[in-house]
């Protein structure tokens, strides 16, 4: 049974930091590409990066330069390091595994950013 299991969601107050994690189970990590995407009140799921099982990365626009994707293949882990947070980033996070034509997700960890 795959399993994707984020964690690292919280309140955070503007220009502040954090890093969710999403640990996999019950595939063969190493092959996905993995990602993240979020979904804020009243707004469609929305990418917001990605990385391949060779380490290529993509961000969304509004993240690059702030949030930095990375994968430990010996923990079945990959981490979103978010840094310069903004209101608008607030927004439920989503781990996805996509590979062998099956797409999984998590469901999703809470990040608040607010003052």
């Known amino acids: 049974q795959v399993q994707l299991v984020e964690s690292g969601g919280g309140l955070v107050q503007p220009g502040g930091s954090l890093r969710l994690s999403c640990a996999a189970s019950?595939?063969?990590?190493?092959?996905?590409?993995m990602g993240w995407y979020r979904q804020a009140p009243g707004k469609q799921r929305e990418l917001v990066a990605y990385?391949?099982?060779?380490?290529?990365?993509n961000y969304a626009d509004s993240v690059k330069g702030r949030f930095t994707i990375s994968r430990d293949n010996a923990k079945n882990t990959v981490y979103l390091q978010m840094n310069s947070l903004k209101p608008e980033d607030t927004a439920v996070y989503y781990c996805?595994?996509?590979?062998?034509?099956?797409?999984?997700w998590g469901k999703g960890t809470l990040v608040t950013v607010s003052s």
């Open positions: 990385i391949s099982s060779g380490g290529m990365k």
């Open positions: 996805s595994a996509g590979g062998n034509g099956m797409n999984y």
């Open positions: 019950g595939i063969r990590f190493s092959i996905y590409v």
